[in-house]
């Protein structure tokens, strides 16, 4: 069973190596043949263990032992699990993609490929380790590639902007990880996430530093301002930090925060205030956005907010919808990116005013954007809607009427803003500037990474 818990992390670091080794000999789509098949190898690592984890078992490895019984432990239950899956999984769709997407690139490919496997393997390494330090490094492994990836086009300077935006507001946020996990040692005198030391030296000054690296993260409100920023980087890169290996980690913070003893009930205020002014910010902006990513972008704000909403309410209905709704969120909004690089790669802009009636051309990408579409809005027989009916079901349930109200408006924005993206892009006429050009349906492998992730939104 160690070799399991080891397995995903190896793969992918792994396929990173030989990405670096065999760059030159690889062709490009060589290359992303190589990722994608690391990822699936990762993939099956996580999913041999979910039996075990179904159990109720904590699967542990630890690889070394230092001095004062520092080691690199890895334990993996049901938490590190879903989180495993979504970087695995969604990550591995994306790479798929990226085979036929990335073809055209004359150069960085390598670099690309490297950093990609990194960062699905740096979310791997956070949700697995039992260390606080390990996890703290693999938090900044993530911080790393996505200020690299957020920046692979260097020589255009707003890629370059939005990378440091990145860098600086996650890395300095970040610091609050830290300095919990140097006080949670001082008290306790270990760095285990599962000694029960560690869990009764949890104290409120612990919980609101790790909460504010998880709010930069997981672009809550304030500290959300980056994500719009990071929109120029390759659409496979947008995709993945906003569904699965970036502004999940976050997520995984505040939800494992709850394994700790100590909580205390005005705690939950605290992240509910936080998680309702986040969904609204997110979606009034992305209700005025023209531009399809950005506009994207903003709607990840607002859903991670009904996410961190569920996590605030803080029984076991709440959590359990909270989680439920960001593995939802990462199948239909990694969809969305995906489709919305395939309308920038064929037609060239992401302005929904130069867009229209790409639906006759693209009918396939068009069917899984309406799947997707109704997934994040909430429609029946969609994941979405059942992500909705239990966050809703455990509001209720907490009696947080206020609450329920801020949601339900915040659905009402998410449709309007849905619509518009779908009928600005796919409906209506072709604009004459798209009339002579030979604008072509997504390829079978982006469709295929596409058609997975809707795929698992319907099922």
């Excluded at 996505?146 to 692979?152: D, K, Q, W």
């Excluded at 494992?256 to 992240?271: D, I």
């Excluded at 802009?349 to 051309?361: K, N, P, Q, S």
């Excluded at 027989?381 to 329920?404: C, D, H, P, Q």
Aim: net charge neutral; glycine share 12%.
């Amino acid at each position: 069973m160690q070799i399991l818990v080891i397995l995903p992390l190896a793969a992918l670091l792994a396929g990173a190596l030989a990405q670096l080794l065999l760059g030159k000999t690889l062709s490009r789509a060589g290359k992303g043949w190589l990722a994608f098949l690391t990822c699936l190898v990762a993939l099956g690592g996580v999913l041999a263990l979910l039996p075990a984890v179904q159990g109720g078992q904590v699967v542990k490895a630890s690889l070394f032992d230092w001095d004062q019984g520092i080691s690199l432990a890895f334990a993996v239950d049901g938490l590190s699990l879903v989180f495993g899956l979504m970087a695995t999984g969604i990550g591995g769709a994306i790479l798929l993609y990226c085979t036929s997407y990335m073809a055209h690139e004359e150069e960085g490919t390598t670099r690309f490929y490297t950093l990609m496997s990194i960062f699905i393997g740096g979310l791997i390494g956070l949700v697995y380790s039992d260390n606080l330090l390990v996890a703290y490094f693999f938090w900044e492994v993530i911080g790393l590639c996505s200020y690299f990836l957020v920046g692979f086009w260097y020589k255009r300077s707003e890629a370059t902007n939005g990378a440091r935006k990145v860098l600086l507001i996650t890395h300095a946020a970040g610091y609050g990880f830290l300095l919990g996990i140097l006080i949670l040692y001082a008290s306790s005198g270990s760095l285990l996430w599962t000694d029960p030391a560690v869990k009764t030296a949890f104290t409120g000054v612990v919980f609101f530093l790790m909460l504010v690296s998880a709010m930069a993260k997981s672009v809550v409100f304030p500290l959300h301002t980056w994500i719009p920023e990071a929109m120029n980087a390759p659409t496979p890169v947008s995709a993945l930090l906003h569904s699965a290996c970036y502004v999940k980690a976050g997520v995984y913070l505040v939800a494992r925060l709850y394994s700790l003893s100590g909580w205390q009930p005005e705690w939950n205020t605290v992240v509910l205030v936080l998680g309702c002014l986040t969904m609204v910010v997110g979606a009034l902006f992305a209700l005025v956005q023209t531009d399809l990513k950005r506009l994207l972008a903003f709607s990840t704000i607002s859903q991670l907010g009904y996410i961190i909403t569920g996590l605030g309410l803080g029984t076991a209905a709440g959590i359990a919808a909270g989680l439920f709704y960001c593995l939802s969120h990462g199948l239909f909004k990694g969809t969305l990116f995906l489709c919305s690089g395939v309308v920038q790669h064929e037609t060239g802009t992401r302005d929904m005013r130069e867009l229209g009636g790409l639906a006759r051309r693209m009918p396939a990408t068009h069917l899984v954007w309406l799947i997707v579409a109704g997934a994040i809005i909430g429609v029946p027989l969609t994941n979405g809607f059942v992500a909705k009916w239990l966050i809703y079901t455990a509001m209720l349930e907490s009696g947080r009427a206020v609450v329920v109200l801020i949601a339900w408006l915040v659905s009402i924005f998410t449709a309007f803003y849905i619509l518009k993206a779908t009928v600005s892009v796919f409906h209506g006429e072709l604009p004459e500037s798209l009339r002579d050009k030979p604008i072509h349906d997504a390829s079978p492998a982006m469709l295929g990474g596409m058609g997975f992730l809707s795929g698992l939104a319907l099922l």
